[in-house]
């Protein structure tokens, strides 16, 4: 077990790299033209895993050919934790499995990048924080265990937030996560190592997780794709927790494809998404909340979006829900506040941390301990109290979820589109200059407001990407928002949206 670093990788990868080169597929099989590590590496997640069950290209070469993308970009600082040993260890025995007729997974020989906040046996799990540098949880998250029973495996911990606990991934304990478009600028958080790894072609499909907004902010600051499922759809236990109202694992990919493949790997429905036609798709509009003081090449991407999707037959409705914009003040931010730390002591216990929460406290990085002095230890200034708290999940969360499902009954149509930022990706740093963008807005309004409302009320949350910014040249994104349970036809309409949407160009590395 090794965190990565350049001689430890090197190392790891070198003694099998030239006998590698010469047998990238298994014997028998026919090989994939061109056998370039670049080629490989484009590969999304269902094509690798199909050329790697046809023996057309063996795991083992194929997860060389991560691990050295891995290695050509690790200034990006993607991964805390990647052992280059073990994964190939477990490509070899991939091989074998196949070698010998095995019945092969759906997700046969893919090395999977994992948050480090979602337990993993025989890797730490740091959760991006001092006091849990060295843990290694005896038991995988089931979220892992199912990727695992369907023949993937880790292909390292990725770098995120401290604790989750922000959208910029800028994290003290274990350096910054940089965005592979321009590694001066950060990727979104909290999820932001992950997003990064499948930005810069190190892996096709990652496992993330949204509390508020930690898959879809990097997806979109990253020119990726990330999808938030309907609360509960996917399992939460064996994560690192905020509140388990919000939290909610999900996966990362370049296409929605690949997040249908993860879907159908962890619910066990394997069915292929339904075929949509563009053409009678009522898609809803906000401009009153999502549109208000949205970068200007924010804006002008979303007006070619919606021109495009005018041109195909899209009914693009226009609507008002001037309720939205009290939510985060009454749900969104009381929630958190007040369930983090509890949430993050029952973790630590049935984890078999080392630490408690005490313990987790005291080795906080320094902007970490200054919000949580804040707002979450107890006697903070800000803290949330009981009352204040029983009404936000017991009051205005059920509103909030009442209204949004009326809404999609009544008017919304087949889902609400909007950007899920209202800029693009800042420069590392720019958060604690309080504000960003054209508009100068407070950077946790331009990164948490838009995706607040989907997942404090626990609905479907797709994020594509969009375009590169006229002006920053950053990825832009935008956001499908469905009701509660409608995951994959939501997903169907993002593979109908994909059909006319260029994709933008992949980041140099």
């Known amino acids: 077990m090794r965190a990565m670093n350049r001689r430890g990788f090197m190392g790891a990868v070198g003694a099998s790299l030239v006998m590698a080169r010469t047998t990238l597929a298994t014997p028998g099989s026919t090989p994939m033209p061109g056998n370039r590590d670049d080629v490989l590496c484009e590969l999304g997640a269902a094509d690798a895993v199909a050329a790697m069950r046809r023996g057309d290209v063996?795991?083992?070469?194929y997860a060389l050919a991560l691990l050295a993308r891995c290695e050509r970009g690790a200034a990006l600082n993607a991964f805390i934790t990647l052992d280059a040993q073990a994964v190939l260890a477990a490509a070899r025995a991939a091989d074998l499995a196949r070698a010998r007729g095995a019945d092969l997974g759906p997700l046969h020989g893919l090395p999977v990048p994992i948050k480090d906040s979602v337990n993993t046996r025989a890797l730490p799990t740091t959760a991006g924080t001092h006091a849990l540098r060295t843990f290694v949880p005896a038991r995988d998250a089931e979220i892992v265990g199912r990727l695992r029973a369907a023949g993937a495996f880790p292909l390292g911990k990725t770098n995120l937030h401290e604790l989750s606990f922000g959208w910029t991934s800028s994290n003290l304990a274990f350096g910054p996560v940089r965005n592979a478009h321009d590694p001066q600028r950060i990727p979104g958080g909290s999820t932001g190592g992950t997003a990064t790894a499948i930005a810069a072609r190190m892996a096709p499909l990652g496992i993330a997780e949204d509390t508020q907004g930690s898959i879809r902010v990097p997806a979109a600051l990253c020119g990726i794709a990330g999808f938030r499922p309907t609360k509960d759809r996917y399992p939460n236990a064996g994560a690192a927790p905020i509140t388990p109202l919000f939290d909610q694992v999900g996966p990362h990919a370049r296409n929605v494809a690949d997040l249908a493949l993860f879907d159908a790997v962890i619910t066990g429905d394997d069915r292929p998404l339904p075929e949509l036609s563009l053409r009678g798709l009522r898609l809803a509009v906000l401009r009153d909340f999502h549109f208000v003081d949205i970068d200007d090449e924010v804006a002008s991407a979303f007006d070619a979006l919606f021109a495009t999707l005018r041109s195909e037959g899209v009914d693009i409705v226009e609507r008002s829900?001037?309720?939205?914009?009290?939510?985060?003040?009454?749900?969104?931010?009381?929630v958190q506040i007040h369930d983090v730390l509890p949430s993050l002591g029952n973790y630590l216990r049935d984890s078999g941390a080392p630490v408690g929460v005490p313990g987790l406290l005291a080795g906080l990085s320094p902007?970490?301990?200054?919000?949580f002095e804040r707002f979450c230890v107890p006697g903070a200034p800000n803290a949330v109290g009981d009352q204040a708290y029983r009404d936000a999940r017991d009051v205005?969360?059920?509103?909030?979820?009442a209204l949004l499902a009326a809404f999609f009954a009544t008017q919304g149509g087949d889902a609400i589109?909007?950007?899920p930022t209202m800029v693009t990706a800042p420069a590392i740093g720019a958060a604690e200059q309080g504000t960003v963008g054209q508009r100068r807005v407070p950077f946790a309004t331009a990164m948490g407001r838009n995706i607040a409302p989907g997942s404090t009320a626990g609905i479907p949350g797709l994020v594509l990407p969009l375009a590169l910014g006229a002006q920053s040249r950053m990825p832009i994104g935008l956001e499908l928002d469905g009701p509660a349970g409608s995951d994959r036809r939501l997903l169907a309409i993002g593979?109908?949206?994909?059909r006319v949407i260029a994709p933008i160009p992949a980041p140099q590395v």
Request: net charge neutral; proline share 11%.
């Open 58 to 61: 063996s795991a083992e070469a």
């Open 321 to 334: 829900m001037p309720e939205l914009a009290a939510f985060e003040r009454l749900v969104t931010g009381p």
């Open 367 to 371: 902007d970490i301990r200054a919000t």
């Open 396 to 401: 205005h969360r059920p509103r909030l979820q």
């Open 417 to 419: 589109l909007f950007p």
């Open 495 to 498: 593979a109908a949206l994909s």
